[in-house]
């Protein structure tokens, strides 16, 4: 089935009603909790390789472990002094969890004990001045771990530790000329790492080069403010780069590329989702797909209804709309998702505090694990508002 044809170009004309072939279809809520009764925004959301838990990163600076299946806590504990800015499980041992922050560490978190078992950070211009951290990621092998930084005297940071013994390794700071939102190693490289700006520049490195512009392989301009990076796989072995911007904009880059291969504006995700203003459209996430596609979360926002859907974009031609699935139920602005594509799970979070489970309203869903799962009623919290 062919799909909907979204270039979002100057000079297309109404790409949202030029193709009728898209296949619509629902996610089903199956449960729901409210992580608190205080007014506690979900941040955000990470699950384990084997899809059995999720974290959380929630505006109090705790970390909260639930399990996926029936949504039930497993742990809660304070875990930093500033906002949490990224949450990641060790791909070693599933009771080993990363949290970053902009109190200027990283801290890896043993879930048994709920103990921080060790402490990453750059205390090099001494313990009270510690660079504030916006992003972290570990390589494939997960021996070095990589942050990036709000600008501190001047200057945005990439930093680079091993992890085996928490040591500063050294860092980048010429690359970037505003705070550092996104850094992220390549999945199968361990050497390849992609980082994303304030600046609107993805920075793509090879860290095995000794100096900072040895190391700079490639630049791409995004002309504007970067949210999100994320790999995902393209044709063959090749992997390319979805951006989320702060301008609520897709863009799918190859590495390589001087302009992005598929590109869809705020007002091509408001067609996409039939929003009626184009200005409280929003951008979620990505999440790869079994088939190599990639699902897109979004929503829109407003004090009279927030409503939240998810589209497909499939191989080969990664502009065009394969589906769209509407999510009834949502209560919040989504801050944060994470999706089992095996069992076609998805998780969302936000400024509501409430942790939502959906999963596929269709047929070719009744094969998977989430068949056992059952709606249950919870209570609501009380909505987090925005500073």
């Known amino acids: 089935m062919t799909g909907m044809k979204v270039e979002g170009r100057e000079g297309t004309e109404d790409p949202m009603n030029t193709d009728d072939n898209v296949v619509t279809n629902s996610y089903k809520l199956l449960d729901e909790v409210a992580v608190s009764l ?29 399990d996926v299946c029936n949504l039930h806590r497993v ?32 801290k890896v978190h043993d879930l048994r004990s709920k103990t921080c078992v060790a402490e990453l950070k750059d205390d090099s211009e001494g313990p009270s001045m510690l660079k504030p951290i916006s992003s972290f990621d570990f390589s494939s092998d997960e021996n ?21 013994t928490s040591k500063l390794l050294g ?24 980082t994303g700006s304030v600046d609107g520049i993805i920075n793509v490195f ?55 291969f598929a590109h869809f504006t705020r007002e091509d995700i408001a067609g996409i989702l039939k929003d009626d203003t184009v200005d409280n459209t929003y951008l979620v996430n990505s999440h790869n797909q ?18 939240l859907s998810a ?4 191989k080969p031609d990664m502009t065009a709309v394969y589906s769209v699935s509407s999510m009834n139920g949502n209560k919040q602005e989504v801050r944060g998702s994470w999706y089992n594509a095996k069992d076609q799970v998805l998780l ?18 009744t094969g998977h694990q989430t068949k056992h799962f059952k709606m249950k009623h919870k209570s609501k919290s009380k909505p987090y508002q925005r500073e």
Request: hydrophobic share 35%.
């Open 38 to 66: 205080e007014q506690k925004c979900i941040l955000h959301i990470c699950g384990q390789r084997s899809g059995k838990s999720v974290a959380l990163g929630l505006s109090d600076y705790s970390l909260a472990l639930y």
């Open 171 to 194: 860092g980048y700071w010429e690359s970037h000329t505003d705070d550092i939102t996104q850094v992220r190693f390549h999945p199968e490289e361990k050497n390849k790492l992609a």
């Open 75 to 106: 742990c809660s504990f304070p875990a930093h002094t500033s906002t949490i800015t990224d949450v990641k499980f060790s791909s070693k041992n599933e009771h080993l969890l990363y949290s970053s922050s902009l109190d200027g560490t990283v």
């Open 348 to 365: 969302t979070g936000g400024e509501g505090g409430f942790l939502s489970l959906w999963t596929r309203d269709d047929e070719s869903n």
């Open 206 to 260: 090879d860290i095995s080069k000794q100096c900072e512009d040895d190391a700079l392989a490639y630049c791409l301009n995004t002309e504007s403010s970067i949210d999100k990076l994320h790999w995902f796989r393209g044709m063959g072995s090749t992997f390319n780069i979805s951006c989320i911007t702060h301008t609520e904009e897709l863009q799918l880059w190859e590495i390589d590329g001087a302009s992005p």
């Open 311 to 314: 589209f497909s974009l499939k």
């Open 290 to 307: 079994e088939d190599g596609g990639l699902l897109i979360i979004a929503g829109y926002s407003s004090l009279k209804r927030q409503d």
């Open 144 to 164: 070095f771990g990589s942050a990036g930084t709000e600008l501190f005297d001047g200057d945005a940071f990439v930093l680079f530790w091993d992890i085996r």
